[in-house]
């Protein structure tokens, strides 16, 4: 039987996972309101999840369990993405995919230390 604290980290992952295939995939739909076309895109309201999430693994499990769950959501969202992404021979979208898979691991992973040191 998984214990009621491996259950929550695994839907912690999870809950990570689907929010970074999600931004992926929401980020190819501009914002058509308030001439904000050109700015945003639906992506920007579902990315700062993953914040949450990390932040709240921080909280309840600490810093090295927030980085298993960044790690851990990356790599089935990147997954995730792969699966149902169609244009793979673009050149400038890998590159664009690559340097954004990387702000990501980055800016995660600067949030799980800075919240830690916040906490002290």
């Given amino acids: 039987m998984i214990k009621i604290e491996n259950r929550f ?3 912690l992952a999870f809950s990570m996972a689907l929010v970074v295939a999600l931004s992926n995939y929401l980020v190819q739909f501009p ?3 308030l001439n904000l076309q050109d700015l945003f895109t639906y992506g920007a309201f579902s990315y700062p999840i993953a914040f949450l999430i990390t932040d709240l693994t ?6 090295i369990i ?3 769950v960044v790690y851990i959501g990356f790599i089935l969202g990147l997954v995730l993405t792969l699966y149902f992404s169609t244009d793979f021979s673009n050149l400038i979208s890998k590159r664009i995919a690559a340097g ?3 702000a990501f691991l980055i800016a995660q992973l600067l949030d799980v230390q800075i919240f830690h040191k916040l906490r002290k």
């Fill in 9 to 11: 980290f695994f839907i």
């Fill in 58 to 63: 921080n909280r309840i499990y600490g810093k």
């Fill in 31 to 33: 914002i058509k309101y």
């Fill in 66 to 68: 927030a980085r298993k």
């Fill in 100 to 102: 954004s898979g990387f």
